[in-house]
């Protein structure tokens, strides 16, 4: 479980502070991309809080599945808590059943065309089936 210390010196504060500065910088970055790919010309402020919680799984299930490829690729990443990780549902059902539940009636025409998108991989670049 992740928690915020009781830190020994001001350093140690700061330390802690500047890798939280990187990984939130990295992970808003990441949450931008995916939300401007699927609501271009789209604030944050004009999304519903069932948009957010759908773009925040849609890149919680990608760096998931990145982080397993490239630890296949690289091995020596790996550590033993790799291999406890829960099994998950494929990212096509994960984003449909987010789509489904998450977006409003007034945007069904652009749901489905979502969906039907998401339909559309045979194979994609993270279902290494």
């Given at each position: ?80 808590d790799d291999d406890i990780f829960i099994p998950y549902r494929s ?39």
């Open positions: 479980m992740s928690y915020i210390p009781n830190f020994n010196s001001n350093q140690d504060w700061e330390d802690f502070t500047l890798l939280f500065d990187k990984r939130w910088h990295c992970k808003r970055a990441l949450l931008d991309r995916v939300k401007d790919d699927m609501f271009p010309n789209t604030s944050w402020a004009g999304l519903t809080s069932g948009h957010m919680e759908v773009i925040n799984d849609i890149v919680q299930s990608l760096l998931y599945d990145v982080d397993v490829e490239f630890k296949s690729k690289h091995p020596e990443y790996k550590t033993e990212f096509k059902e994960n984003v449909a059943e987010a789509l489904k539940e998450a977006m409003p009636c007034a945007l069904e025409k652009h749901n489905q065309e979502v969906l039907a998108k998401l339909e559309s991989f045979e194979e994609s670049p993270w279902d290494p089936e």
